[in-house]
């Protein structure tokens, strides 16, 4: 019997006498000594990666307002070039980032 020449974590295959070492799926490196997990690629690492109505937080494309909304309650919370933007709804004066208000006539 003959020792398993590959890693403890590699996949051994023999065929036609003829032994072959393979990292197992999700895993790289030398199948002969160590095979070691894939690291997954985060979706992003700045703004500039993601959609211009998200951000990148956390290593991920998504809403700013979702995250921090800074708008007043009545206000409406849109992204514009990774950041959140406040407006007041039609018909509302005010500072949408502190108080939408109607005007009175």
């Given at each position: 019997?003959?020792?398993?020449?590959?890693?403890?974590?590699?996949?051994?295959?023999?065929?036609?006498?003829?032994?072959?070492?393979?990292?197992?799926?999700?895993?790289?490196?030398?199948?002969?000594?160590?095979?070691?997990?894939?690291?997954?690629?985060?979706?992003?690492?700045?703004?500039?990666?993601?959609?211009?109505?998200?951000?990148?937080?956390?290593?991920?494309?998504i809403?700013?307002?979702?995250i921090?909304?800074?708008?007043?309650?009545?206000?409406?919370?849109?992204?514009?070039?990774?950041?959140?933007?406040?407006?007041?709804?039609?018909?509302?004066?005010?500072?949408?980032?502190?108080?939408?208000?109607?005007?009175?006539?």
């Amino acid at each position: 019997i003959v020792a398993n020449p590959c890693a403890t974590n590699a996949v051994c295959d023999v065929r036609q006498h003829s032994v072959t070492c393979n990292c197992p799926s999700g895993f790289t490196g030398d199948p002969f000594s160590n095979c070691y997990a894939i690291e997954p690629r985060p979706e992003c690492t700045s703004d500039p990666e993601c959609p211009q109505d998200q951000a990148c937080v956390n290593e991920r494309c998504i809403n700013p307002c979702i995250i921090d909304n800074p708008c007043a309650p009545q206000a409406r919370c849109t992204a514009r070039a990774h950041h959140p933007v406040c407006t007041c709804p039609e018909g509302y004066g005010g500072d949408p980032y502190r108080q939408c208000y109607r005007p009175e006539c």
